[in-house]
C-alpha cells in the first residue's frame, strides 16, 4: 500500500508535543526523522518557541518541526478592524469577535492564548496570511514530484535492507492533513474549526482529520472547592472543552451548513457542502473511566496521552495500517446511523480509538550504545598528560620539524629580489665580472671590491643595515609580515604542523587531544633553539673592517691574504681572494637572514599558542560531547513507564541489549573513523566544530552499524516469548481513551467496538500471536490482522469505538452545566452569542437567518423592479465621485430619513433595523400614486403597468426581451407578496 503525502499541523503547545513524540516513532522505523513527504507545522500562540528534542543533537532544517507563530503584540490593530468607521473595517471578524476580549491585560496575546478560545481564533485571523502560506507551501513540499521520488529511495532502501519484495506504488499522490492539539485550552480549540475550513475550501485537501485530546467525566466531576484557582483552571479546560465539541457538532452537522456565520474564516464565508473534516478523534485521560494517564502524584500525565496520539498518527501515515483503520471506519459506517443526527439533534460522526503496543526500541538501544561509545572514543581523545609518552612525542616533533623546516625555508625566499634570490645575485654578479676582477691589480683589487660592481650600487653597500638586500629582506621578514609571507610561513608552516598532528592522531601515532598539545610544546622548544642560533644585533658589513685585520696573515684569514701579501699575489691567489669575498658576502647575507628570522621565528611559536589555544577549545567540544553522550546515554537507556507500551529485549534487559550493541562495533574503529570523519577534512577540523555537529557525526557513525546489526530482530518474535500475564496486562488496555457513556451507546445505537492488530516482521509468527491472544480474550476473533513490514519494530493492537455524538461522552452532562453556569465568561465562545454552535438552537437559529436572507432577497426584488418601474423614487446623495443612491422616506414628526440601498450592506442594515416594510411601503404607494392608502395596492395593477412600460419602450424600437424576462420574474414574485389584500406593511416581509 501507498504512503501518502502527509502534513501534520500542530495547534497550540500540546500539538508541539505530539509530533515531537510522532517524530520519534518515524526515526525509530526509518531512522531519520522525517520522511521527504511528511510535514510538520506548529501554529503556536507563544512567543519563542522553537524545536528542540534531545534525541537529535542536530536536525536538518528540513526535519525540524517549522513553528509558525500566531501572536498578537498590540490589540489596537483588531480594534481598528471592528471600528465602523474605520477604513480597515472587517465585518466578518466583527460579527464574531467579543469586544470585551479587548480589555486583555497587556493589550497583548504572546504567552498563548489565555484559555480563551476566542483570543485562539483571533490570533489565527490576526495571523493568517503567514498561517495560510506556510500551509500552502508545506502542501506544495510533500507533494512535490523531487520528495516523492526520495521518499521512493528511501522505501526501495528500506525493503531491501529487511530482504523484502516492495509493493506498488510506494508512494500515492494524494495529500492529506492531520490536525491534533488539545481542546482544553484557547488555542487549538479556537483556530481548528477555521483552519480545516480552509483546508477543504481553499486549498482542497481532499483528506483532513482531526486527533484532539480532551478532559474527561473525573476531571469534570473531581474539581476541588477548596482551591479556587484550581478549579477555576478546570472549569474553563472543561467549559472550552464543551463549547468546542459543540462546535464541531454544529460545523459537522449537514443541517447546519447554511447557517451564516456557522463556515466564515479568514477568507470569508465558506462555501462548501463537505465536512471540514472527513472524521474527528477524541480522547481523554481515562478509558471508560476505569484506566487514567496519571502520573505518581495523581495528575493527568499528558506525556502518555500525547505519546498514545502519536503513535496512532504514525500507524495512520503509514500505508497499510491507514487503509486498516479506514477498513475500520467502513465497519461502524454500515453498522451505526454514521453521519446521522441522533434524538437530541447531535450528529454520530466523532470517534475514539485506545491501543496497546509492544515495542522493541531499536533505535533507543543503537542510540544509546552509539551515545556511550562516543562517550569512550571522546574520553580517547581527550587523553591524560601524566600518562602520555613524552619521549615518543618529542621523536615525533623533531621528525616533523627537521622535515618540514626544510621544505618550507626553501620557499621562504626572504632573500627574493626582483624576481630571485639575493643569493643568486651576488653569485651571477662575481661570476659575470670575474674576468674583469681578475685583470686588475692586486693592489686595486681590495678598492674594486668596495665598489663591485661598477656598474650599479656595490654589494657591500646593498648589505649594509639599511642597504637594498636588507630592506628586501627586513621587508619580506619583518612584524608584521606581508600578506603573502604570512601564508607561505605560518600559514604553511603551521598548517603543516597541524596536518602532522592530524595525521599522527588520525594513525594513532598521537592518542589524544592532550598529545598534540604535548607536540606543539616540542615543536615549540626546536623553535626556541633556532632562535638562540640568531644573531641579536644586525651583522656588520662594512670593508673597512678589512685594514685591521690585514696583518694577521695566514690562509685563515683571506683579507690578510689579499692586502698583506701583495707582493707575492698571483692569478691564483687573486681567484682565491674573489671566492673568499664571495663567502664572505654570502655569510653576511646569511647572517642578516638570521637577524631578522628571529621576529617570524617568534610569530611562530605565538602561531603555536594559538593553535594549542586552539587544541584547548577542541578539547572543551570533546568534553562537552562526553558529557552529552553520558547524559542522553542515560536517558535512553531509562526505558519510559509508558502505561499502553511494553518494551521487549533480546537479552531480557535494555542494559544488557545496550552492551551487546556496544559489543558489535568492537574492533571496527577504522570503519568508525571513516564514517565519522569526511574524507576531505582532517580530525581536527571536523573537531573543531560546534560541539552538537561533532556529537551528531559520531553518534550517527556508531548507530549505522548497529541498527544494521539489529534488523535481524522484530518486535513479534519477541513478543511471541512474553507470557500469558504480561500480554493481558498490556492489551486490555487497548480501549477508547475516551471517557464514554458505553450504556447510552449500546442503548441507543448497539454498535460495538472494531478492532485490528499489526505487526511486521514475521507474518507467521504475527498470525500465531494473534490466535493467542484471540484465544486469552485479548481480542476478537473477528479482529481485522495487518502485516506492516514498516512496523517490524511494533505489535499493536488498536481498537476503535465509532459514530459517536457529543452526547456520548461521560462528560457531557456535566460539561455542558459548568458552561451553562459561566454565561458571558469569553474564554468558551468563538462568536457573540453563547449558545451560536448549539444544534438544539441552531436550526432555530438557522430559520431565522434564512428568514433574514429571504427579506434581503425581497427588497432587493423591490428595488429592481423600482428601477424600471418608477426610478424616480430613487435620490441621489453625497458627491460626484462618491455618489449614492437613497430611498427618503417621511417618519414621525415629518422628519424625513435616508435609507442607502446601492450595497448589500445597505440593504441587509435595512433588514436589521426592521425598516424593510417602509422602504417596500414606499415603492408601492409610489407605484399606484398613493401615500397613505396603501392597501388598495394589488399585483394586477403592477403587472398592467409593466406591460404598459414594455409597450412603451417598443413603439420606440427598443429590445425589449430581456426587460420582459426580468420583469416576469420580478412581477411573480410580487404576486407572491400580495396574494392577500391587506395592509402594506402587512404584505411585505416580516
Known amino acids: 500500500m501507498a504512503l501518502r503525502p502527509t502534513i501534520f499541523i500542530g495547534i497550540g503547545t500540546t500539538g508541539l508535543e505530539m509530533l515531537r513524540a510522532f517524530r520519534r516513532f518515524v526515526y525509530e522505523t526509518y531512522e531519520i526523522p522525517q520522511l521527504p513527504i511528511f510535514k510538520q507545522l506548529v501554529i503556536?500562540?507563544?512567543?519563542?518557541?522553537?524545536?528542540?528534542?534531545?534525541?537529535?543533537?542536530?536536525?536538518?532544517?528540513?526535519?525540524?518541526?517549522?513553528?509558525?507563530?500566531?501572536?498578537?503584540?498590540?490589540?489596537?490593530?483588531?480594534?481598528?478592524?471592528?471600528?465602523?468607521?474605520?477604513?480597515?473595517?472587517?465585518?466578518?471578524?466583527?460579527?464574531?469577535?467579543?469586544?470585551?476580549?479587548?480589555?486583555?491585560?497587556?493589550?497583548?496575546?504572546?504567552?498563548?492564548?489565555?484559555?480563551?478560545?476566542?483570543?485562539?481564533?483571533?490570533?489565527?485571523?490576526?495571523?493568517?496570511?503567514?498561517?495560510?502560506?506556510?500551509?500552502?507551501?508545506?502542501?506544495?513540499?510533500?507533494?512535490?514530484?523531487?520528495?516523492?521520488?526520495?521518499?521512493?529511495?528511501?522505501?526501495?532502501?528500506?525493503?531491501?535492507?529487511?530482504?523484502?519484495?516492495?509493493?506498488?506504488?510506494?508512494?500515492?499522490?494524494?495529500?492529506?492533513?492531520?490536525?491534533v492539539g488539545s481542546l482544553c485550552g484557547g488555542t487549538c480549540s479556537g483556530m481548528a474549526v477555521d483552519i480545516a475550513n480552509n483546508l477543504r475550501a481553499v486549498q482542497r485537501v481532499p483528506s483532513i482529520y482531526g486527533i484532539f485530546s480532551t478532559v474527561d467525566a473525573q476531571t469534570a466531576i473531581g474539581m476541588n472547592p477548596d482551591n479556587a484557582r484550581q478549579t477555576n483552571e478546570r472549569a474553563n479546560h472543561v467549559a472550552n472543552t464543551w463549547a468546542a465539541l459543540t462546535e464541531l457538532d454544529f460545523v459537522l452537522n449537514s443541517q447546519t451548513k447554511d447557517v451564516p456565520g456557522a463556515r466564515v474564516s479568514p477568507v470569508g464565508e465558506i462555501g462548501i457542502d463537505d465536512a471540514p473534516f472527513d472524521y474527528v478523534q477524541l480522547v481523554s485521560p481515562s478509558?471508560?473511566?476505569?484506566?487514567?494517564?496519571?502520573?505518581?502524584?495523581?495528575?493527568?500525565?499528558?506525556?502518555?496521552?500525547?505519546?498514545?496520539?502519536?503513535?496512532?498518527?504514525?500507524?495512520?501515515?503509514?500505508?497499510?495500517?491507514?487503509?486498516?483503520?479506514?477498513?475500520?471506519?467502513?465497519?461502524?459506517?454500515?453498522?451505526?446511523?454514521?453521519?446521522?443526527?441522533?434524538?437530541?439533534?447531535h450528529v454520530q460522526q466523532l470517534s475514539s480509538f485506545g491501543l496497546a503496543a509492544v515495542l522493541y526500541p531499536r533505535t533507543r538501544i543503537a542510540a544509546a550504545a552509539a551515545c556511550l561509545q562516543t562517550a569512550k572514543l571522546c574520553e580517547r581523545w581527550i587523553g591524560d598528560a601524566a600518562r602520555a609518552n613524552r619521549n615518543a612525542i618529542s621523536a615525533y616533533a623533531e621528525e616533523d620539524w627537521n622535515a618540514n623546516i626544510a621544505r618550507i625555508e626553501g620557499k621562504l625566499i626572504v632573500d627574493s629580489h626582483r624576481g630571485r634570490s639575493i643569493r643568486d645575485e651576488?653569485?651571477?654578479?662575481?661570476?659575470?665580472?670575474?674576468?674583469?676582477?681578475?685583470?686588475?691589480?692586486?693592489?686595486?683589487?681590495?678598492?674594486?671590491?668596495?665598489?663591485?660592481?661598477?656598474?650599479?650600487?656595490?654589494?657591500?653597500?646593498?648589505?649594509?643595515?639599511?642597504?637594498?638586500?636588507?630592506?628586501?629582506?627586513?621587508?619580506?621578514?619583518?612584524?608584521?609580515?606581508?600578506?603573502?609571507?604570512?601564508?607561505?610561513?605560518?600559514?604553511?608552516?603551521?598548517?603543516?604542523?597541524?596536518?602532522?598532528?592530524?595525521?599522527?592522531?588520525?594513525?594513532?601515532?598521537?592518542?589524544?587531544?592532550?598529545?598534540?598539545?604535548?607536540?606543539?610544546?616540542?615543536?615549540?622548544?626546536?623553535?626556541?633553539?633556532?632562535?638562540?642560533?640568531?644573531?641579536?644585533?644586525?651583522?656588520?658589513?662594512?670593508?673597512?673592517?678589512?685594514?685591521?685585520?690585514?696583518?694577521?696573515?695566514?690562509?685563515?684569514?683571506?683579507?690578510?691574504?689579499?692586502?698583506?701579501?701583495?707582493?707575492?699575489?698571483?692569478?691564483?691567489?687573486?681567484?682565491?681572494?674573489?671566492?673568499?669575498?664571495?663567502?664572505?658576502?654570502?655569510?653576511?647575507?646569511?647572517?642578516?637572514?638570521?637577524?631578522?628570522?628571529?621576529?617570524?621565528?617568534?610569530?611562530?611559536?605565538?602561531?603555536?599558542?594559538?593553535?594549542?589555544?586552539?587544541?584547548?577549545?577542541v578539547l572543551k567540544v570533546v568534553q562537552e560531547v562526553r558529557n552529552d553522550a553520558l547524559e542522553l546515554a542515560d536517558e535512553l537507556r531509562t526505558v519510559p513507564n509508558w502505561m499502553n507500551v511494553g518494551f521487549v529485549f533480546r537479552t531480557g534487559s535494555i542494559d544488557k541489549d545496550i552492551a551487546a550493541a556496544e559489543n558489535m562495533v568492537t574492533g571496527r574503529m577504522p570503519e568508525v573513523m571513516a564514517r565519522i570523519v569526511p574524507s576531505n577534512i582532517g580530525l581536527l577540523r571536523f573537531l573543531r566544530d560546534d560541539s552538537s555537529a561533532v556529537f551528531a557525526g559520531m553518534k550517527s557513525a556508531f548507530q549505522a552499524l548497529i541498527l544494521n546489526e539489529l534488523r535481524t530482530d522484530d518486535a513479534t518474535k519477541l513478543t511471541v516469548d512474553l507470557g500469558n500475564e504480561a500480554l493481558g496486562s498490556l492489551f486490555s488496555r487497548a480501549v477508547p481513551y475516551e471517557d464514554l457513556d458505553l450504556r447510552r451507546i449500546q442503548e441507543v445505537r448497539g454498535t460495538r467496538m472494531v478492532e485490528m492488530t499489526i505487526g511486521g516482521g514475521n507474518e507467521a509468527l504475527l498470525e500465531r500471536l494473534v490466535r493467542r491472544m484471540s484465544e486469552l480474550r485479548l481480542i476478537r476473533g473477528d479482529a481485522r490482522v495487518v502485516h506492516s513490514p514498516l512496523a517490524d519494530h511494533l505489535v499493536v493492537v488498536y481498537r476503535e469505538q465509532g459514530a459517536l455524538a457529543i452526547?456520548?461522552?461521560?462528560?457531557?452532562?456535566?460539561?455542558?452545566?459548568?458552561?451553562?453556569?459561566?454565561?458571558?465568561?469569553?474564554?468558551?465562545?468563538?462568536?457573540?452569542?453563547?449558545?451560536?454552535?448549539?444544534?438544539?438552537?441552531?436550526?432555530?437559529?438557522?430559520?431565522?437567518?434564512?428568514?433574514?436572507?429571504?427579506?434581503?432577497?425581497?427588497?432587493?426584488?423591490?428595488?429592481?423592479?423600482?428601477?424600471?418601474?418608477?426610478?424616480?423614487?430613487?435620490?441621489?446623495?453625497?458627491?460626484?465621485?462618491?455618489?449614492?443612491?437613497?430611498?427618503?422616506?417621511?417618519g414621525k414628526g415629518g422628519i424625513d430619513r435616508s435609507y442607502p440601498v446601492d450595497q448589500p450592506a445597505d440593504r441587509a442594515e435595512i433588514v436589521n433595523e426592521d425598516s424593510d416594510s417602509k422602504v417596500i411601503d414606499r415603492i408601492v404607494g409610489t407605484l399606484f400614486g398613493i401615500r397613505e392608502n396603501a392597501d388598495r395596492a394589488q399585483p394586477e395593477p403592477l403587472q398592467a403597468i409593466a406591460n404598459a412600460e414594455i409597450n412603451r419602450r417598443r413603439n420606440k424600437g427598443e429590445n425589449v426581451a430581456a426587460l420582459e424576462k426580468i420583469l416576469e420574474k420580478k412581477l411573480q414574485i410580487l404576486d407572491a407578496m400580495f396574494d392577500a389584500p391587506g395592509d402594506a406593511n402587512e404584505t411585505a416581509p416580516s
Not at 480597515?88 to 479587548?102: G, I, R, S, T
Not at 594513532?508 to 633553539?529: F, M, P, W
Open 426 to 617: 651576488i653569485r651571477n654578479a662575481i661570476q659575470d665580472q670575474r674576468n674583469q676582477l681578475l685583470a686588475l691589480p692586486f693592489a686595486e683589487l681590495w678598492s674594486a671590491m668596495q665598489t663591485f660592481p661598477t656598474i650599479s650600487r656595490p654589494l657591500v653597500r646593498r648589505l649594509e643595515l639599511n642597504g637594498e638586500y636588507s630592506t628586501v629582506i627586513a621587508n619580506n621578514l619583518a612584524t608584521p609580515f606581508t600578506a603573502d609571507l604570512m601564508e607561505v610561513f605560518l600559514g604553511e608552516l603551521a598548517g603543516t604542523i597541524l596536518g602532522a598532528v592530524d595525521q599522527r592522531l588520525t594513525n594513532g601515532d598521537l592518542t589524544s587531544v592532550t598529545d598534540a598539545q604535548i607536540y606543539i610544546e616540542q615543536l615549540k622548544n626546536h623553535i626556541r633553539g633556532r632562535i638562540a642560533a640568531c644573531p641579536v644585533d644586525p651583522p656588520p658589513v662594512n670593508i673597512q673592517l678589512l685594514r685591521s685585520i690585514q696583518n694577521l696573515g695566514g690562509d685563515s684569514n683571506v683579507w690578510a691574504a689579499v692586502i698583506g701579501l701583495k707582493d707575492r699575489a698571483t692569478e691564483q691567489k687573486k681567484a682565491a681572494a674573489i671566492a673568499r669575498f664571495e663567502c664572505y658576502l654570502l655569510d653576511r647575507l646569511e647572517s642578516l637572514k638570521l637577524f631578522y628570522m628571529r621576529g617570524p621565528l617568534k610569530e611562530l611559536i605565538q602561531a603555536l599558542d594559538r593553535r594549542k589555544r586552539e587544541l584547548d577549545e
Open 807 to 890: 452526547d456520548d461522552l461521560a462528560m457531557a452532562n456535566k460539561a455542558a452545566a459548568i458552561l451553562a453556569s459561566r454565561p458571558g465568561q469569553f474564554g468558551h465562545a468563538t462568536h457573540r452569542k453563547e449558545d451560536f454552535y448549539d444544534v438544539e438552537r441552531g436550526m432555530a437559529e438557522k430559520e431565522r437567518q434564512h428568514d433574514r436572507v429571504r427579506r434581503i432577497d425581497c427588497l432587493s426584488e423591490w428595488l429592481l423592479a423600482a428601477e424600471v418601474l418608477c426610478p424616480e423614487i430613487f435620490m441621489l446623495t453625497g458627491d460626484r465621485r462618491n455618489p449614492r443612491r437613497v430611498i427618503v422616506i417621511k
Open 44 to 179: 503556536e500562540t507563544r512567543e519563542g518557541i522553537i524545536d528542540t528534542d534531545s534525541w537529535f543533537p542536530v536536525l536538518h532544517p528540513s526535519e525540524r518541526i517549522e513553528i509558525v507563530p500566531a501572536v498578537i503584540r498590540n490589540l489596537n490593530a483588531v480594534r481598528d478592524r471592528i471600528d465602523r468607521q474605520h477604513q480597515n473595517y472587517d465585518q466578518a471578524l466583527a460579527d464574531w469577535l467579543p469586544e470585551d476580549l479587548l480589555n486583555i491585560q497587556g493589550n497583548q496575546f504572546v504567552n498563548g492564548a489565555s484559555n480563551i478560545r476566542a483570543a485562539g481564533r483571533l490570533c489565527l485571523w490576526m495571523n493568517w496570511r503567514e498561517i495560510d502560506q506556510a500551509i500552502e507551501s508545506a502542501l506544495n513540499t510533500v507533494i512535490a514530484k523531487d520528495n516523492r521520488d526520495a521518499t521512493v529511495d528511501l522505501l526501495l532502501k528500506f525493503y531491501e535492507q529487511h530482504n523484502m519484495a516492495p509493493p506498488y506504488p510506494l508512494v500515492d499522490d494524494r495529500p492529506m492533513v492531520y490536525l
Open 287 to 345: 478509558a471508560s473511566g476505569t484506566i487514567r494517564f496519571v502520573d505518581g502524584t495523581g495528575y493527568v500525565d499528558l506525556d502518555q496521552l500525547n505519546n498514545m496520539v502519536a503513535l496512532s498518527l504514525f500507524m495512520e501515515a503509514i500505508g497499510e495500517v491507514h487503509d486498516g483503520k479506514e477498513a475500520i471506519r467502513t465497519d461502524y459506517r454500515q453498522i451505526a446511523r454514521f453521519n446521522q443526527n441522533n434524538e437530541r439533534g
